[in-house]
Each structure stands twice: as C-alpha cells, then as structure tokens.
T-cell receptor, first 112, second 110 residues
Framework: DGGITQSPKYLFRKEGQNVTLSCEQN?????MYWYRQDPGQGLRLIYY???????QKGDIAEGYSVSREKKESFPLTVTSAQKNPTAFYLC???????????FGQGTRLTVV | SQQGEEDPQALSIQEGENATMNCSYK?????LQWYRQNSGRGLVHLIL?????REKHSGRLRVTLDTSKKSSSLLITASRAADTASYFC??????????FGKGTKLSVIP
C-alpha cells in the first residue's frame, strides 16, 4: 500500500535528550514537510524539503534539525535546545510541492 | 506567523444543516487547500483551488476563492454527524511553503 508512515506513534523523552522522529513515504513524492501541532494553535511549519539533500527552515525551526538523504525519508530530530517539545508532530509529503499533501498519522511526543 | 486564519474557531450545527467556514490569508498564493482532521489523527486533503479559479465543487463540498480579498470559504451541505472534525485551510506560497491556519472545529449534532 502506498502512503506515508510516521513512527513511533507515542514517544517519551527525558529532558536534555535528543530524539528522532521517523517519516517514510513510498509515494515517490519530491516534497516533504514537518509540522508541530499544539492545542488551539493549528499546524506550524518546522522544516520542509523540495528535493533530496535540500531543506528549508519553516516558522519554528529553532531546536529542531532534519536530513533528506533519501527521497523516501525525512527524519526530524528534536534536540535538547527545544525548550517546549511536548506536542503532536505531523509529517506530510506532496508531488512537486504544488499539489495535495498526504499526512502521516502523527507522533505524540511527551517530555517527562 | 501563520498565513491563514479560519473563522469561526468553532461551529455547532444540527445534522442536515449547511456549515460554512472562512479562511483569510496575507500574501500571494499558488493555491489554497482545505483539509479535515479527526481528533488525534493526521490530516486528510479535501479540495484544492488554484489562484486562477474562483469556485470548485467536490460532492457536498463547495469552495470559493477571492484573491482580491485574500479569502476563501468552505461550504459543507447537508451535514452529517460524521462530518464532525476540525477543518483547516492551507496556502501554498511562492516559495513552496505549505502553511496552515488554526482551524475551525465543527460539531454536527445528530
């Protein structure tokens, strides 16, 4: 089945630790996106990538890092520099960036 | 800052009624899209309207776009309890950033 997969669904992190969220797609899409969703604030763009080995900062990139070494994969690392990382993280992909986006089911990150 | 802003923030209607949600945005766009999110899940694409289009239909959905006013509306006709969800507009900027608003939470009462 074609789609976009995020893992894990739930993730717990201790303060001061880095953690990496996985996002994989087999839709052959060029563009991939990472969003953060907090209650009442909608989706905020963290990073996006139009092609392999290239990515751009979104509105709230501080404390996050990404890589795009393969077309299918766009992992997001939440670093210890992110002061309030507890949130719902959503990954999306689209063909060429100007068509509909397909979303994963999200990863809920909690700092304990 | 977020590009799109939906209005109202929350909407409660009876089953069978129509639901209208509005979206305003700030800068020039390539296209505008509407998405739906059930609680705790990923978003699902509903409809895309390009900047040179004024109206688009898909089943019970009707979307309009007014680029002079930088606004769009989503109409859901003959609503059903299963339409209960949050609805987001998303704008694709020239730089290919896809940015979302805060959403409208729709409750359809059976």
């Amino acid at each position: 089945d074609g789609g976009i997969t995020q893992s894990p669904k739930y993730l717990f992190r201790k303060e001061g630790q880095n953690v990496t969220l996985s996002c994989e797609q087999n839709l052959n899409h060029d563009a991939m996106y990472w969003y953060r969703q907090d209650p009442g604030q909608g989706l905020r763009l963290i990073y996006y990538s139009q092609i392999v080995n290239d990515f751009q900062k979104g509105d709230i990139a501080e404390g996050y890092s990404v890589s795009r070494e393969k077309k299918e994969s766009f992992p997001l690392t939440v670093t210890s520099a992110q002061k309030n990382p507890t949130a719902f993280y959503l990954c999306a992909s689209s063909h060429k960036g100007d068509t509909e986006a397909f979303f994963g089911q999200g990863t809920r990150l909690t700092v304990v | 800052s977020q590009q799109g802003e939906e209005d109202p923030q929350a909407l409660s209607i009876q089953e069978g009624e129509n639901a209208t949600m509005n979206c305003s945005y700030k800068t020039s766009i390539n296209n505008l899209q509407w998405y739906r999110q059930n609680s705790g899940r990923g978003l699902v694409h509903l409809i895309l309207i390009r900047s040179n289009e004024r109206e688009k239909h898909s089943g019970r959905l009707r979307v309009t776009l007014d680029t002079s006013k930088k606004s769009s509306s989503l109409l859901i006709t003959a609503s059903r309890a299963a339409d209960t969800a949050s609805y987001f507009c998303a704008t694709l900027l020239q730089s290919y950033q896809l940015t979302f608003g805060k959403g409208t939470k729709l409750s359809v009462i059976p």
